[in-house]
């Protein structure tokens, strides 16, 4: 086709030359910090550009901002998940048990105004404001690997804080030996309640040091904005070394405890999903195996599944909390 | 109605419309719109189609029976072996985008996953009834055996079902798998109903 615009003086950029914000925000940053720093520092910062800079917006909820974190291991480098497929593929029950039910359904959750209920062994129990709850810990971005049970997994940049914040802040009594997280269940908004998969409300817990452990996070968002419903909006747990699923969505109790509690999916299914629910290659799932993943939005049709990493990649930072456990008795 | 079943074009036409879940499919996999884990998509797509093309195959004597139309049976092999090719893809799907046609891991999860078994049995027989398929198989079988023979389409009903029930069984979200059952359950029904009845 000929596009004869020469003589208006009048010239058309084709779709194709326009730069996407995203790059065209990375430049901006890259520049930016060429002009802030010495070349040597800017040289580094470009090459940990992922380290250095949150991710941008992905343009579709309220901003929240966050410096990136510098726990060890909290920032990932693996490729980012598309947006799309993190916010349009997931599981999250209380909406319905197929992966795309939460985006379409999760829109009636009310997440404002909101309330996080602390009771148990604590010398502080109370009802906290999501506002004031976010004010307790400076707000970071973490790159995590998400490993699901059933064999997929994703990258997504959370934002939040260390649990470990709120946890000191409330102050455990010393009987205090595990932590509770209780999930929002409204007949009203959920529509998943009514099948019979589960109990609700959705339930699951971590020993102490599990919830103290810096990698432990409390997320208010994700990909530079507040939390979307069908992720569990407006907070929820993210623990990168376990199977999705022992990172509560919608979180509405937190409950200190000196015995170890009963999961939801413990309960459900006792022989197939265990307390720890460590992401494990060697432990397979009883009806599948758990040796390998596909890693959604970057492994084609035709790609090979990816080798699953002890505690999803994360044996240097947390391998130490099992010491001496036998991981296929406590899987 | 029936005139325009016995023309030839019918045939033809028919063997189109069953293809086409397959041709979108492909489509949608080639352009990228099989959404987040496209594998997963692909394999479900190609079972779903199975159970209906199955549905649709043992549809075909309750319906000549029912409306008096002899010339439905012109259709059967056709859409038994539709069928049979979906069943075909459902499994390559299996083996190359969920295993990459390992062997050693394929035997594994055969016996980790039971439900797989059975849509492997499943299979195993179609491949049996497509093997017989030709008139030289029935000349060569005989009219009783082979019409013996492919009456196991009946077991490939119900271990079709209880696959699509064990898959579904983790997440216990059976509304899909009722409605094939239900369906299943009476173009089943109805032929034991019929042989009572004669007797």
Request: net charge positive; with cysteine; hydrophobic share 45%.
């Amino acid at each position: 086709m000929r596009n004869d615009t020469g003589r208006s003086g009048f010239i058309h950029p084709v779709p194709s030359e326009i730069t996407p914000e995203a790059i065209y925000q990375t430049r901006r940053h890259v520049i930016r910090s060429l002009a802030a720093g010495s070349a040597g520092m800017a040289l580094t910062a470009w090459g940990l550009r992922e380290a250095h800079a949150q991710t941008p917006r992905a343009g579709q909820l309220a901003p929240l901002a966050a410096v990136p974190s510098a726990v060890p291991g909290a920032l990932n480098m693996d490729r980012l998940t598309a947006y799309k497929d993190a916010t349009g593929y997931n599981n999250f029950y209380e909406f319905g048990t197929d992966k795309g039910d939460p985006a379409k359904r999760a829109h009636t959750l009310v997440t404002q105004p909101w309330t996080v209920e602390i009771e148990g062994l604590v010398k502080k129990p109370g009802r906290v404001n999501l506002e004031d709850l976010m004010k307790w810990g400076a707000m970071e971005e973490r790159i995590y690997r998400l490993r699901c049970v059933e064999g997929w997994s994703m990258v997504i940049p959370w934002i939040g804080y260390s649990l470990a914040n709120l946890i000191k802040r409330v102050e455990p009594q010393p009987g205090a030996k595990f932590v509770e997280f209780v999930t929002q269940a409204d007949p009203k908004t959920m529509p998943g309640l009514r099948g019979g998969a589960l109990d609700w409300p959705y339930v699951e817990a971590l020993r102490m040091d599990e919830a103290m452990h810096p990698l432990t996070l409390l997320a208010f968002g994700m990909y530079g904005e507040v939390m979307p419903k069908q992720n569990g909006a407006p907070l929820r747990l993210v623990v990168p070394w376990k199977y999705g699923f022992k990172s509560g969505k919608s979180l509405v109790k937190i409950r200190f405890t000196d015995k170890q509690p009963v999961s939801s999916w413990e309960k459900a299914a006792p022989q197939e999903y265990g307390f720890y629910s460590n992401v494990n290659p060697l432990v397979d799932h009883p009806r599948w195996s758990q040796a390998t993943e596909r890693r959604i939005g970057e492994d084609g049709l035709l790609a090979k599944k990816r080798k699953t990493l002890m505690f999803n990649g994360y044996e240097a930072q947390v391998g130490q909390l099992y010491a001496g456990m036998d991981l296929k008795k406590f899987f | 109605m029936r005139a325009a079943l016995r023309h030839p074009a019918s045939w033809w036409l028919l063997l189109a419309v069953g293809l086409l879940p397959l041709v979108w499919l492909l489509a949608q996999a080639l352009q990228d719109q099989l959404g987040a884990n496209p594998a997963e998509a692909l394999i479900r797509a190609l079972g779903d189609w199975t159970l209906r093309s199955l549905c649709v195959v043992l549809a075909v004597t309750p319906l000549r029976t029912w409306l008096g139309w002899p010339e439905l049976l012109r259709f059967r092999r056709m859409l038994g072996l539709l069928c049979f090719g979906y069943a075909c893809l459902h499994l390559l799907g299996y083996a190359w985008f969920d295993l990459g046609f390992e062997g050693a891991e394929m035997v594994r999860d055969i016996v980790k996953r039971p439900f797989i078994l059975v849509g492997f049995t499943a299979f195993v027989i179609l491949v049996a009834l497509a093997a017989t398929s030709s008139n030289r198989a029935v000349r060569w079988l005989g009219g009783k055996r082979w019409q013996w023979l492919h009456k196991s389409v009946y077991a490939v009903a119900v271990l079709a079902i209880l696959h699509f029930w064990w898959m579904r069984a983790g997440k216990q979200d059976f509304a899909e798998v009722w409605v094939y059952a239900g369906l299943l359950a009476i173009l089943l029904g109805w032929r034991v109903v019929r042989k009572l009845q004669r007797r």
